[in-house]
């Protein structure tokens, strides 16, 4: 916003159980109102739900960001086997020296480079809840929105490997994938270069 951008950080019903993909849609198209010629940008399993939120307010652009990329007929809960996620995640520790089983989830892999007075801010607030409730039902596309889309992935993210991502959404989406120093956080770990990375792909589209 102290660029001159109306943004709009919308608040999903993650805690709801009857929650899911469609509500979650919901909730974003009524936060963003009447604005038009939006950029839409989907966080991990936002992945999902960004070009259900991009067709219905008539986005200029989709920024997937580290994201889960789906594919048609398929439910979040499915994507984790059906892209190899696992495995790429247990060659990816492989060769970093990582032991997986000794990870902390939540330190070692989503703040590991997260600046620590942002990680004390974070464990003040407690844990966000995340219900299982968009997990289950299939993504209700049929093909994925005619909105032009970019995918921005840090490369030091430890839970999707840049390399897995590259190979995923070269074969879902057939576009190649914009890299940027950070890991799955981005916006909380790389906050002024990822403004200037959504800052420039608005500036071409417009």
Known sequence: MSR???VVAVDLPAADPAAGLSEYAQAAVRQIGDRRGVVVVGQSLGGFTAPLVAERVNASLIVLLNAMTPARGESPG????STGFMEARVE????DGRDLENEDLLVDVFLHDVPSDVVEQLMARGEPQQSDGPFSAPWPMD?????PTRFLQGVDDRFFPVEFQRRLVAQRLGIDVDEMPGGHLLALSQP?????RLEAYAAQVK
């Open 143 to 147: 093909e994925w929105p005619d909105v």
């Open 78 to 81: 499915e994507w984790w086997a």
């Open 192 to 196: 002024f270069e990822l403004a200037n």
């Open 92 to 95: 990816q520790a492989r060769r």
């Open 4 to 6: 001159g951008h109306d």
